[in-house]
């Protein structure tokens, strides 16, 4: 298992949840979150560099959630506020190890976590 995602849970509409990707497969490389709403395509939220010098959100997202990491521990966050009911996903973190100005792709990415259910109630 190269990425595993930890975190998701229960809360109301409003509240805060923080996300956790964990995994070797951190280290030196770009990493992203994406989302799958029930019954929709997984969609982009956020991504960040290797060295955690770049960012960049959905626009649904932002100012309400922030990327960052660690790279002592290898690990990945997403912190998550003002949450709102279609936020409800599960969310995964995936890894690349290349360059690419199409990060916002799932297909550029080439290591993904098994997700984490995020459900935000009204």
């Known amino acids: 298992v190269r990425l595993v995602e930890s975190g998701g849970g229960l809360v109301q509409a409003g509240g805060s949840l923080r996300l956790s990707c964990a995994g070797r497969?951190?280290?030196?490389?770009?990493m992203g979150w994406f989302r799958q709403p029930p019954g929709k395509e997984g969609e982009f939220v956020a991504a960040?560099?290797?060295?955690?010098?770049?960012?960049d959100y959905a626009d649904s997202v932002k100012g309400r959630f922030t990327i960052s990491r660690d790279n002592v521990y290898n690990m990945v966050y997403l912190q998550m506020n003002s949450l709102k009911p279609e936020d409800t996903a599960v969310y995964y973190c995936?890894?690349?190890?290349?360059?690419?100005?199409?990060?916002?792709?799932?297909?550029?990415?080439?290591?993904w976590g098994q997700g984490t259910q995020v459900t935000v109630s009204s």
């Open positions: 995936a890894a690349r190890r290349y360059y690419s100005s199409w990060y916002y792709l799932p297909a550029e990415y080439e290591y």
């Open positions: 497969t951190v280290r030196g490389n770009s």
């Open positions: 960040i560099t290797w060295n955690g010098g770049s960012t």
